[in-house]
């Protein structure tokens, strides 16, 4: 169960490398970079801008027609237009479009953003949706590949800040009111540091969309370039490594967590560097191991061992009983499957008496008590099975 989670955290937050540091390094714009020139291929609404004058700041939103959120963010950005009138240009151009359908020419974006009336109360241009050279100019060149994409410029001409526009009022208050007071170089530090995080999740979801669909050999493939490439990597997402050593072979992943248990350099390096023990990798290792199908049954029969050592020492850890039950159902030992997902439950009950009830809780308790239904039915077909 923790496993499970732990894997869809990995998921969720772990950290880049290999192709996407690579791919950030061709990055073209970013922040403290000279703007591009504003070429649009029409403007829709308000005072066309030729480009940026000294000594002004715009904001430059990129939207599309089929964009939800970009939608829900234009009454926003009116409203800091209406703030900040006279002091900052807000842009909104339209790119991308030829991703809708049908494809809306000049005549439809001006009846869009005509209807849309106050809610889009700010200068409006749009790209060529044949050529889309401003995006490519701007999103492209800066590596984006989702809208809405926001750019404030600074008085200099200078991208002082790229992110969403939901999140720019803080920034635009301190560019337009304190501009002393901003720095430049520290933005440019953290968006670095967000990208880096992004194509890291990019990596390990491919890894983890690979192992998902079978496709295995790719899965370790991919694991071992971006190792080769990046030896954080390793370090940084070891259980998805494992995961895809695993999935592809048994014996292969065993050799490599017998390598990694010997040592001790790599171990203080996990967690986060908080460091962990071979017992607390054994452990952890124990619980991925019940968890795959189709391995060898000497690795079955050692996890269950170790998991059984767990429980003695700590009979009250809900995370390992249920491991121990699949474990015996991988042994083909429903019989003691059984008892073991009897406590797991048991504890689970207990565990939730004392804390609100959440739906979470109701779902996971009924997961569990299927399963023990699950194994009671093997019990049944085994013991018909041999008489």
């Known amino acids: 169960m923790k496993i499970k989670i732990a894997l869809s955290l990995v998921l969720a937050f772990i950290t880049l490398t290999g192709k996407a540091q690579?791919?950030?390094q061709k990055q073209l714009l970013g922040i403290g970079d000279q703007a591009p020139?504003?070429?649009v291929h029409k403007w829709l609404k308000g005072t066309p801008v030729k480009g940026f004058e000294k000594g002004?700041?715009?904001?430059v939103e990129c939207w599309a027609t089929w964009c939800g959120p970009c939608i829900m963010a234009m009454p926003h950005?009116?409203?800091l237009a209406q703030k900040y009138r006279n002091k900052v240009t807000i842009i909104g151009v339209s790119v991308?479009?030829?991703?809708?359908?049908?494809v809306p020419d000049a005549v439809a974006l001006q009846s869009f953003v005509d209807k849309k009336g106050k809610d889009m109360d700010y200068t409006v241009a749009m790209d060529n949706p044949a050529t889309n050279k401003f995006a490519d100019a701007w999103l492209k060149a800066a590596g984006l590949k989702g809208i809405p994409a926001t750019f404030v410029i600074d008085r200099n001409g200078t991208i002082a800040w790229m992110g969403h526009p939901l999140d720019v009022d803080s920034i635009l208050h301190q560019i337009v009111e304190k501009p002393e007071t901003y720095d430049i170089n520290r933005a440019k530090a953290e968006y670095n540091k967000g990208l880096?995080?992004?194509a890291k999740q990019e990596n390990v979801k491919k890894i983890m969309?690979?192992?998902?669909?079978k496709n295995h050999g790719i899965a370790i493939q991919e694991t071992r370039r971006l190792i080769k490439e990046d030896p954080s990597f390793e370090v940084e997402n070891f259980w998805t490594v494992l995961w895809a050593f695993l999935n592809n072979n048994g014996k292969t992943a065993l050799t490599y967590i017998e390598e990694k248990l010997n040592d001790a350099n790599f171990l203080k390096k996990l967690n986060g560097g908080k460091g962990m023990t071979k017992e607390e990798v054994l452990d952890m290792f124990a619980k991925e191991v019940v968890q795959h199908t189709g391995l060898d049954i000497y690795m079955y029969y050692n996890a269950v061992e170790h998991l059984n050592k767990i429980v003695q020492k700590t009979p009250n850890d809900l995370t390992v009983w249920p491991m121990l039950a699949q474990g015996y159902i991988n042994l083909n030992e429903p019989d003691k499957a059984i008892p073991a997902q009897e406590k797991a439950i048991a504890l689970f009950q207990d565990d939730i008496k004392s804390k609100p009830k959440e739906n979470y809780q109701t779902a996971a308790l009924k997961r569990m008590m299927s399963k023990l239904e699950e194994y009671k039915k093997l019990k049944e077909k085994k013991e018909v099975f041999f008489k």
């Open 77 to 79: 950005l009116s409203e």
């Open 37 to 39: 020139q504003l070429e």
């Open 22 to 24: 690579t791919s950030q």
């Open 96 to 102: 991308w479009e030829s991703n809708s359908k049908p």
């Open 56 to 59: 002004k700041v715009y904001v």
């Open 196 to 198: 880096v995080l992004q």
């Open 209 to 213: 969309g690979a192992g998902m669909m």
